[in-house]
């Protein structure tokens, strides 16, 4: 892939490029790639299966901490092993 520079970019769009980064756990040219390949019409790396495990993307990170503790909650259950199965002892 080519690299290349953009100038002249404003203030607020190079801000706006920090937060998705920042919020998207991503690098800013991560961030602008992906927006500038859509903007173009393009299609991204991961629609040409170029990247591995791209179908949860957009989900990660996006819990708050609480939210995340409740999920945990819920599942805590099925996490633990019956070791009746495991076993074969009933």
Known sequence: ??????RGVSEETAEYLRREASRKKLSLNKVAVSLLEKGAGCEP???RGNAPYHDLDDLFGAWTEAEGKEFDGFVRDL???DEEIWTGTR
């Open 45 to 47: 790396d991961e629609a």
């Open 1 to 6: 892939m080519k690299p290349i520079t953009i």
């Open 79 to 81: 996490r633990a092993i």
